[in-house]
C-alpha cells in the first residue's frame, strides 16, 4: 500500500485572498514505513511573501525569486502523487491551496475524499488532546529539535512519524515467523503434530454433582425445560 505525506508552505491563510504556495513537501509511504523517497520544491508565488509569514516559514522573497512557478511542476508532482492516498495534517487547508493552483491550470481538483487527515485520526484515538503538530510531536516522543521554523518537507516527515504513531504503522512488518537458530533467518513454518497427553484430565465436576444436576432437571423442570419445548 503506497500512501504519500503531504505538507505546503504558503504566503497566508487563504487563496481566496491571492495566496499561493511557496513549498510542497511529500514524504513516500509503503505498507505505512517510510521508503526514503521525497519530493520537495520550492515555488516562486508570482507575488510578495507578507513579513508575517516569513516569521512562520522563514522563506524570503530573495529566495523565491528564482524558483519556478507552480505550471512548472505540476507535472512532475501529479506524477509523484499517482493515485495514491495523501496524509495531511489539516488536509482541508492543504487540498484548498493546491486545487487553487491546479484550477489555474484548468486540471481537475483532488478530492477531500482522498486524504487521511491526521488531526481527524488524533480526534478519534485522543479525544481532548492538542491537535497541533508540535503537540503531537510531543505526545509521542518525536524529536522537534530541528524544527527551529516551519518547512514543508521538514514538516511533511514529522506528519509521517505522528501518523505511524497513531495508526500503529512502525509494526506491520515485525518478523513473528520462527527464526532458524543458527542463521537466525526466518524460516517457513513446518507441520505441527498435536501433542496427545499421556492421562486424561480429571473431571471437574464429581459424580455427586452430575447426579444432583439430573435430579433437578428431572424433578424441578421436568418437560417445563426450554430444551424440551417443540
Known sequence: MREIV???ETTGLDPADGHRIIEIGCVELMDHLPTGVTFQRYLNP???VPIESQRVHGITDEHLADKPFFAHIADDLQDFLGDAPLVIHNASFDLK??????????????????????????KA???????????LCKRFGIDLSVRTKHGALLDAELTARVYLELVGGRQ???MLAPKDRETGTQVADEPRVARVRPHELPQRVIAAEMEAHAAFVAGELGGDAIWNWR
Open 46 to 48: 508570482e507575488r510578495l
Open 6 to 8: 503531504l505538507d505546503t
Open 172 to 174: 506491520t512488518r515485525l
Open 125 to 135: 484515538k485522543i479525544p481532548g488532546a492538542r491537535y497541533s503538530l508540535d503537540e
Open 97 to 122: 491551496f493546491l486545487n487553487s493552483e491546479f484550477h489555474r491550470l484548468s486540471r481537475p481538483p483532488i478530492p477531500l475524499a482522498r486524504a487521511i487527515d491526521t488531526i481527524e485520526i488524533a
